[in-house]
């Protein structure tokens, strides 16, 4: 009976030995006030992921490559349409010409002026335009300046024009020599042979 108390004596002494810190280490933790605010979470750790989006120099330099190409081919197009567009203006004025609609051709080829500038095809479609309204003396001026710089196989349409200013003022000498330097410069030109021949 002594022995069981006193076992049970001690087994109390190291049950409250242990216990104690337990129960004191319970009242010493904070406790929460049921109306206060929780407490802000830990913000969470990303791992880094590397950023896909990014190119190197040399791709970007292959980016660069392909837009420029991309304008390049956009600037041939633009021209390429604008030659169109210059063809077609020129062929109407020609029509308008060969249909003796003279001075609207005249008016044809002042807008053509204002949007493209002249060159050597509408010079020489305005000097016709001129001859045809009787407009001799500009038509005249417009031809010689095409002669300058030009060669051989270019000149024969203004010499034809400038044979057929001389018939208009009744120069036939004139004209004769105009026509032939004419068809030596371009002998397919069949009108010159018939004028020519007229003149003669």
Known sequence: MLSSRLISGQFSRQLATV????????????????????????????????????????????????????????????????????????KLVQTMIEQDNAYAALAHLDAYDQKWGSDRQSKQLRADSLRKTSQLDQAELVYKSLLSGQGQQKSG???????????????????????????????LNINAYSDLGLVY
């Open 19 to 90: 216990a104690l810190p337990l129960i004191l280490a319970a009242c010493a933790t904070p406790q929460q006030s049921p109306n206060a605010p929780a407490p802000a979470p830990e913000p969470a750790i990303t791992p880094s992921v590397p950023n896909i989006s990014a190119t190197s120099p040399t791709q970007d330099a292959l980016i660069e490559a392909e837009r420029k190409e991309l304008d390049r081919e956009d600037e041939q197009t633009r021209k390429a349409r604008a030659e169109r567009e210059k063809n077609l203006h020129l």
């Open 157 to 187: 349409p203004v010499w034809y024009g400038l044979g057929k200013v001389a018939i208009e003022r009744g120069d036939l000498k004139t004209a004769a020599t105009r026509l032939e330097k004419s068809i030596q410069a371009d002998p």
